[in-house]
């Protein structure tokens, strides 16, 4: 009985590390098939959803394209649902790539009245247009937020930034999940951890963690003092089989990014 009142409930984040279903992982994927991930690891206070796009900028228009941006007017614009978390340009990793993070509050709803509005809206079609000229390629998924992490918000710089994406085994989501709720308060000591999210739409079973440091040999410092605290090498121990691929990359905030 216990089992299945903890099942409804989902991750709780408030729930005392060490009880129920956070003990064991057979447990895990038994409940895994009683309600879809999304429902069990994302916030049940919020109905925030989120985009991530990825844009592959040819070398010779890198500027351009930075000149060209229009997140920051969307962003200040209350007529459109949607507002930046954060705009990047990548460092180390996937070279002259642009990374940008919004988020709906409201759910598929705002998505919905946010791209209505922008498919009327003239200016903006022009410049989708324009931006296509500076272009390889790009991509994006919808997101939603792990319960358990905390829910990015503004914050000074300067950082850099490292998003951590891990491309999981098809059906490992609530196992991993289960772990990081428990791993995360590893990671809190220096105010580094952003974000954590998972996809829906796009490429699924995948996750981001996106993390700032005031520096790379800060983030190299901050990463080796978790492996001094008890329990964190179990975590990573355990989620490491979960995963098919991961990637890093270091990216440095644009101007304008509420995530400095």
Not at 194 to 199: D, E, L
Request: contains cysteine; glycine residues 6%.
């Amino acid at each position: 009985v216990a089992m299945k009142v903890i099942t409804k409930i989902g991750f709780d984040v408030h729930m005392s590390f060490g009880k129920g279903w956070f003990r064991s992982p057979i447990v895990d994927k038994a409940d895994a098939r009683k309600d879809a991930h999304s429902n069990l690891l994302s916030k049940k206070e919020t109905s925030n959803l989120y985009k991530i796009q990825f844009h592959n900028v040819k070398p010779e228009l890198c500027l351009l394209y930075q000149m060209a941006q229009v997140q920051i007017r969307l962003h200040e614009d209350q007529d459109y649902p949607c507002e930046v978390v954060g705009s990047w340009n990548t460092w180390y990793g996937e070279q002259d790539q642009a990374v940008h993070l919004w988020r709906y509050r409201g759910g598929y709803p705002a998505l919905t009245e946010c791209l209505k509005k922008l498919n009327d809206n003239k200016e903006y079609g022009e410049f989708r247009k324009e931006r296509a000229k500076m272009l390889v390629s790009r991509r994006n998924q919808l997101l939603l937020e792990f319960s358990f992490w905390n829910e990015p918000e503004p914050r000074p710089g300067p950082n850099v930034y490292e998003m951590r994406t891990y491309h999981l085994k098809p059906g490992t989501m609530i196992e991993w999940g289960n772990h990081w709720a428990r791993a995360i308060r590893y990671r809190q000591e220096n105010n580094e951890a952003v974000g954590g999210f998972f996809s829906q739409i796009g490429d699924l079973y995948v996750v981001h963690h996106l993390w700032a440091y005031e520096s790379l040999l800060s983030r190299e410092e901050t990463r080796n003092s978790a492996w001094l605290k008890e329990g964190w090498d179990s975590n990573v121990y355990y989620t490491v089989p979960l995963i098919r691929s991961m990637e890093s990359r270091i990216m440095i905030p644009t101007k304008s990014s509420p995530l400095q």
